[in-house]
């Protein structure tokens, strides 16, 4: 395999290369100024979100204006937007740490999420100049709260079938909009919506419509099993009139805005999943240290301390995986910015070839957290089914992750199909690769890269991990190479593969940003090593199994068992003491009390 160095990266190279960890942006590489960004964050939410949330809880519209309105004060919309539409214009990096932080405020976090984001980059990155400097100052205050209106009553995951309709008025100055969206949030409180309609009933397109416009409204709040610090409500549109010069990008073109926003919010949700990790991880140390149950303290029992350490590894590779997807968009975003002519059209090329690294920080993250804030509870036992505990709420707040910026389902659809399509269109030699491995797999067991250094055990599981998703996407995919529709039906198994896929990237990147802090003599150099390798112990044991499900859905009798037969000998991963290692991190957890590879201050 190559490494990374020898070629620009690009999305999903992580699969057929090998990558130097000094080339990585990991946590620990965050700016002074990143993290006074995320320390006002955190001052904000403590002192406006938390000291607020149970009148928040109550699904006070008025209250959660004034709220969204303060974090606009405080600067916190206006990191990413240019100085020449009122913002700061400073990198990706710096948005993310924010994000990250005000994700552990639950329903507020989507308020800020839907502000900062798919309610501010339509315009950012499609809006004319006009657009641009009507609207973006209002949205980088907070003056205005922006929304965006996709999905519809019935559609579901198949948003871009909108059924509401944009018909171009006689004297031609404006379109006529009819239809309904459901799901919208900041629906009850926004100034400002971004609105797809089918013009002339198969032309979907974008626009901007603001609350006042006639004929536009706005239903009641959704009674939610969560994020109830969020506003989400339906909108109904009769026959409202919406200047032409509203039209967001080009007529029949709204797909590409839908699609290209999507690619970052979800690593926004990514990222957001961590912060709120971290919090549960921290209630849970927090309860488990004070509670006793026969006179020892419950984080001093075996069985915990493995629940302590599977969160903590959850979220560092979490962690792990999203800057090291930021950091490679932002240094692509900061090359494209060289040219103001063609900046945004570069930015969402560089969106779009990092997509397939959006969906799996999206997919693996929210489940990650779903594990996370589910094991916090447990720790808590009855007393974590009491809404007087917060993690009662974190737990209900987190279940939507899974949902939003298209459903897990979707998004393992996405990671395997954009894969393949790329392969087949000659943007990733992923073809080469599978045959070589394919006919040469029982040889082909070793790294290419001396067996030494900090972490070699858990390098080279990285790489046997490689191989062996190459071995079996390869003999599926050559299965149905002559009918690849009937391979599109095959859904169990393309989500298998992205499943390989994901967990390649959480392990790869957790072994990368620990190689880089023992290389970096860090005083916790030990604990980083014992996280990689709990990683590799959890990581290892789902490759293997998603392995074998694929062999024994697709083939029977002797080339079964011959395939089965290459996914053991592929499969033989270095050994990993997860009873030691797990009692390790969760001492660390317990002693700092909170999650103990935490950068910021």
Request: proline residues 2%; aromatic residues 8%; contains cysteine.
């Amino acid at each position: 395999m190559a490494t990374d160095t020898q070629a620009k990266v690009q999305g999903y190279s992580f699969l057929i290369s090998e990558t130097d960890p000094q080339d990585i942006f990991i946590p620990e590489d965050l700016t002074d100024e990143h993290c006074q960004f995320a320390r006002s964050a955190d001052e904000f939410v403590d002192q406006e979100i938390m000291s607020d949330i149970a009148a928040l809880e109550k699904l006070d519209r008025k209250l959660l204006t004034a709220k969204v309105k303060k974090a606009g004060e405080a600067g916190l919309f206006m990191i990413e937007i240019p100085e020449a539409y009122g913002g700061l214009g400073l990198d990706l990096i710096s948005q993310l740490v924010v994000t990250e932080r005000i994700g552990r405020s639950g329903g507020f976090s989507v308020a800020y999420g839907v502000q900062t984001g798919i309610g501010t980059e339509p315009i950012l990155f499609f809006g004319t100049d006009e657009q641009k400097e009507k609207y973006l100052p209002k949205l980088a205050t907070g003056e205005w709260i922006g929304a965006y209106g996709l999905t519809e009553p019935g559609s579901g995951s198949d948003a871009l079938t909108a059924r509401t309709t944009a018909m171009l008025s006689e004297d031609g100055k404006h379109y006529v909009l009819n239809g309904s969206k459901c799901f919208i949030s900041n629906g009850g409180i926004a100034d400002l919506f971004t609105i797809f309609a089918q013009v002339d009933g198969d032309k979907f397109t974008g626009f901007l419509v603001e609350k006042d416009m006639p004929g536009f409204s706005v239903g009641a709040e959704e009674e939610k099993m969560g994020i109830k610090t969020s506003s989400t409500t339906m909108l109904t549109m009769e026959n409202v009139k919406v200047p032409v010069e509203n039209i967001v990008g080009e007529i029949g073109k709204g797909y590409k805005i839908a699609l290209n926003i999507l690619n970052l919010g979800r690593l926004k949700l990514g990222v957001g999943a961590v912060g709120a990790m971290k919090d549960a991880l921290k209630e849970a140390l927090g309860y488990g240290a004070q509670r006793k149950q026969f006179q020892t303290r419950l984080v001093d029992f075996p069985l915990l301390q493995q629940k302590i350490a599977r969160m903590v590894c959850a979220t560092y590779a979490c962690e792990s995986m999203c800057y090291r997807t930021a950091g490679v968009i932002n240094e692509g975003i900061q090359e494209a910015s060289a040219d103001a002519a063609t900046m945004f059209d570069n930015h969402l090329a560089t969106l779009e070839e990092f997509s397939g690294e959006c969906a799996i920080n999206k997919a693996y993250d929210s489940e990650c957290l779903d594990m996370v804030v589910d094991e916090a509870l447990q720790i808590h036992g009855g007393y974590g089914f009491i809404e007087e505990y917060s993690i009662a709420r974190q737990y209900r707040d987190a279940r939507i992750a899974r949902i939003y910026e298209g459903t897990n389902e979707i998004n393992r659809l996405f990671i395997t199909g954009n894969l393949l399509k790329r392969a087949t269109a000659g943007r990733l030699p992923l073809a080469a690769e599978m045959q070589k491995i394919s006919q040469s797999a029982l040889g082909a067991l070793e790294s290419d890269q001396a067996n030494d250094g900090p972490l070699a055990d858990v390098r080279e599981a990285v790489f046997r991990a490689k191989q062996l998703f190459l071995f079996v996407s390869g003999v599926v995919t050559e299965k149905f190479m002559s009918d690849m529709k009937t391979f599109n039906s095959q859904q169990e198994s393309i989500a298998w593969l992205a499943e390989m896929i994901m967990e390649i990237y959480a392990l790869e990147s957790a072994q990368l940003r620990a190689v880089k802090r023992i290389e970096a003599d860090d005083d916790s150099a030990s604990l980083h090593e014992d996280v990689a390798r709990f990683q590799l112990a959890e990581s290892t044991a789902r490759l293997e199994q998603n392995a074998k499900d694929l062999i024994e859905g697709h083939f029977t009798g002797e080339s079964r068992d011959a395939n089965l037969d290459i996914v053991r000998q592929l499969s033989r991963w270095p050994a990993a003491n997860r009873v030691e290692l797990g009692r390790r991190l969760a001492a660390a957890a317990v002693a700092a009390e909170k999650y103990p590879f935490e950068v910021v201050g």
